[in-house]
C-alpha cells in the first residue's frame, strides 16, 4: 500500500521512521517533510494547504491511506475533503478538530456532557477578562490559566502565579485588538498526557507519556512546545487510566458521534492528577510532539495496519495496541533564542555519532544547505532513547546529546527529573 504522511516535524519523522517498518507498506510519501523524513519516505513537492491538489496528488499515486500528523491541516478540513472522494485518513474531520481548534468548544462541550474539567469563563475583550479574575482568588492569591482560543503551537498559555501575572498576561493578548480566551481556575496535581485512538466508535488506549513544558531546568521560564517527554507516565495508573477513559475520553466521543460528527484518529488528553480524580486540562487531535517520538519507540505492534484500522472502523478487529516494557525518554534540542525567535541557519553535525550509542535522532525543525544539515526553525531535534525504568533511558539520551555538535543550540538538562526524584 501507498501512504502519504503529512507534515514536516519530530512528530512526523517518528511516524515515518515507525511506519517504514510496516510489512503492507509499498511507498511512503510525505509532505512536506524535513531531511531526517526524507531518510524513509519518498518527498513530495506538495502544498498541503492545497487541498485541490492534495486530492490530485492521491489519485495520482494509489495513496491507500492518508495520515495527517499537524493540527492545521486537521482544523482546515482536509480529512474531510480527502474522505469525500473515499480516501481513508487518519485523522479528525473539521468539526471533531475543534476540540483543539477551540478552547472554548471543548470547555462548553465538557459543561453540557458532565466531564470533570477546570471552572472557567470565555472572554472576548480585554475588559471582560480583567472582570472576572476576582472569581480565580483564594486566600488572598490569585492564580489562574489563560489560553488563547485558538491554534498556537502549544505556546498560547500562560499560567498566572499573580494578579500582575494575569493582567500582563491578558493584555498581551489583547493587544492587537479582539480576541478569544479561557480563563480557568489553576488545577494542583500531577500532569499526564493519554493517547486513545478511535475509529468514531471503538477506542483503544494507546500509551501514556508526561512531558516537559516549561524552556528551563527545575520547570521554569515560559511554555514552549515540549522540551522533552518520557512514556509512560508511571502516575496514570490502571485505574487512574480507566477513571480517565470513562469519565473523560468516552463521554466526549459519544458526544461527537450523537452530534454527527464521529472523532476518528489519535485523540490526546491532557489531564491533571488532581485530589478528586482526573481533570481534562486539554484536548489535541493529533499525537504530541515530543509525546509521538517516545510512543514510536515503544510501540511494538504494526502502525500501518493500525492506522488503516482506525481509518476504516476496524479498530474492534484489533488486538490491544502492544508496547515494550522500557521506559522511552527524549530531549529536545532547540535553536537558540527558542520560545522566542529562534537562531536559525547553525549547523548540526554529530547525529550519527549520536545514534550509535543506540539512540534514534528525530529531526524537526531542519534543512539541508549545499549538503550541511542546519537548523531552521525553533525545536530541531529529539533524542530519543530507552531503558529499563527512566533513570536510565534518561541517561542513554544524554549520551547521545553530547555527541552531537550544535553550537547554537541548547537543550534542558534534566528531563524525566520528576519521575526519577
Not at 485523522?91 to 477551540?102: I, M
Not at 472576572?132 to 482560543?149: E, P, S, T, Y
Not at 495496541?321 to 541557519?345: E, K, R, S
Amino acid at each position: 500500500m501507498n501512504v502519504l504522511l503529512i507534515g514536516s516535524g519530530g512528530r512526523e519523522h517518528a511516524l515515518a521512521w515507525k511506519l517504514a517498518q510496516s510489512s503492507g507498506l509499498d511507498t511512503l510519501y510525505a509532505a512536506p517533510g524535513n531531511p531526517g523524513i526524507a531518510q524513509h519516505a519518498t518527498i513530495a513537492a506538495l502544498d498541503t494547504a492545497d487541498h485541490r491538489a492534495v486530492i490530485d496528488f492521491v489519485r495520482g499515486h494509489q495513496i491507500g491511506l492518508v495520515v495527517v500528523g499537524p493540527e492545521v491541516p486537521l482544523v482546515a478540513g482536509l480529512a474531510d475533503d480527502l474522505r469525500a472522494i473515499g480516501v481513508p485518513v487518519f485523522g479528525p474531520g473539521r468539526e471533531a478538530a475543534r476540540l483543539e481548534g477551540s478552547k472554548g468548544f471543548t470547555k462548553d462541550l465538557c459543561t453540557r456532557v458532565g466531564i470533570p474539567t477546570a471552572r472557567y469563563f470565555r472572554v472576548t475583550s480585554k475588559d471582560g477578562a480583567l472582570a472576572c479574575l476576582d472569581d480565580f482568588a483564594k486566600d488572598g492569591q490569585l492564580r489562574c490559566v489563560i489560553k488563547a482560543d485558538g491554534l498556537a503551537a502549544g505556546k498560547g498559555v500562560v499560567v498566572a502565579m499573580s494578579r500582575i501575572e494575569a493582567e500582563d498576561a491578558i493584555s498581551a493578548l489583547f493587544a492587537d485588538g479582539p480576541a478569544e480566551a479561557v480563563i480557568e481556575e489553576f488545577l494542583e496535581g500531577e500532569e499526564a498526557s493519554l493517547f486513545v485512538l478511535c475509529d468514531g466508535d471503538a477506542t483503544a488506549s494507546f500509551g501514556s507519556a508526561q512531558d516537559h513544558k516549561r524552556v528551563g531546568d527545575g520547570d521554569i521560564g515560559p511554555n514552549t512546545g515540549g522540551m522533552g517527554a518520557y512514556s509512560p507516565a508511571a502516575v496514570l495508573t490502571p485505574a487512574l487510566e480507566e477513571q480517565a477513559m470513562r469519565e473523560i475520553v468516552r463521554p466526549t466521543i459519544d458526544s461527537l458521534a450523537a452530534a454527527g460528527t464521529p472523532y476518528i484518529g489519535v485523540l490526546y488528553a491532557g489531564l491533571m492528577l488532581t485530589a478528586d480524580g482526573p481533570k481534562l486540562i486539554e484536548y489535541n487531535v493529533r499525537f504530541g510532539d515530543p509525546e509521538c517520538q517516545v510512543l514510536m519507540a515503544r510501540f511494538s505492534g504494526d502502525l500501518l495496519a493500525t492506522l488503516l484500522a482506525v481509518a476504516e472502523g476496524r479498530l474492534a478487529d484489533l488486538p490491544a495496541p502492544a508496547f515494550a516494557d522500557d521506559v522511552a525518554l527524549t530531549v529536545v534540542m532547540a535553536a537558540n533564542g527558542y520560545p522566542g525567535t529562534p537562531a536559525t541557519g547553525g549547523s548540526i553535525d554529530g547525529i550519527d555519532a549520536a545514534e550509535a550509542t543506540g539512540a534514534t535522532v528525530f529531526q524537526a525543525g531542519t534543512r539541508e544547505d549545499a549538503g550541511q544539515l542546519v537548523a531552521a526553525g525553533g525545536r530541531v531535534l529529539a533524542i530519543t532513547a530507552t531503558g529499563r525504568d527512566v533513570a536510565t533511558a534518561q541517561a542513554a539520551a544524554y549520551r547521545a546529546v553530547d555527541a552531537i555538535d550544535f553550537p547554537t543550540g541548547f537543550c534542558r538538562r534534566d528531563i524525566g527529573w520528576r519521575a526519577i526524584g
